[in-house]
């Protein structure tokens, strides 16, 4: 009877072992990146061919929602657009196995544009760029451009709208290589 306990617990002990030693051959993106409901995902190949893109429906992680490990060998660039920043890291893809690239994970601050009682109120975070170039249109004319500079880690500027020129406004935003509208009506 000895016996066969003995070797009952050899055996559970064994499999144990093969177990947890199964779960760190496991092809997966080595990244437990959380995104959100409403976050936005996008990936690109090496030559900047859009994947996909589409918009996350539920919180979990990134490995949850798209499949990495489907793509043909290369080396591609996520970035995960939040509400006030764009995280990008790059994943290479080697028969079937998903791995990322060290040192290739970034955030890019957006800049906050918004409206209050007749001003149009813009904000960044500098810690990756602290230089903006700002183009504000009425009615599909250009009223005002500059190129606003900081030295702190934050951008603010404050432009004070005319109340009795209601319409249609735009403001471009260009920053990181990147360029962000906001449309709003006074």
Do not use: C, W
């Not at 993106?29 to 190949?45: E, Q, R």
């Not at 919180?59 to 920043?85: M, N, P, R, W």
């Not at 990181?176 to 449309?183: E, G, L």
């Amino acid at each position: 009877m000895k016996t066969i306990i003995k070797s009952i617990l050899v055996v559970a002990v064994m499999l144990g072992t093969y177990t947890g030693y199964a779960s760190e051959t496991l092809n997966v993106l080595p990244t437990t990146k959380l995104v959100n409901a409403g976050d936005n995902i996008s990936v690109t190949n090496a030559s900047g061919e859009l994947i996909f893109s589409g918009r996350i429906k539920h919180t979990g992680y990134i490995t949850k929602f798209f499949d990495f490990s489907q793509l043909k060998d290369g080396i591609y660039k996520v970035e995960i657009g939040k509400a006030f920043e764009i995280e990008t890291l790059n994943i290479k893809v080697k028969n079937n196995g998903v791995a990322l690239i060290a040192d290739s994970q970034e955030k890019i601050f957006k800049p906050v544009i918004r409206t209050e009682d007749g001003q149009l109120i813009v904000s960044k975070i500098a810690l990756d760029s602290n230089k903006m170039d700002v183009k504000l249109y009425f009615e599909d004319e250009l009223i005002h451009t500059e190129t606003v500079e900081g030295r702190e880690n934050i951008i603010n500027r404050v432009y004070r709208l005319d109340k009795t020129h209601r319409g249609n406004y735009s403001a471009v935003i260009k920053t990181n290589d990147r360029v962000y509208v906001k449309n709003f009506s006074l």
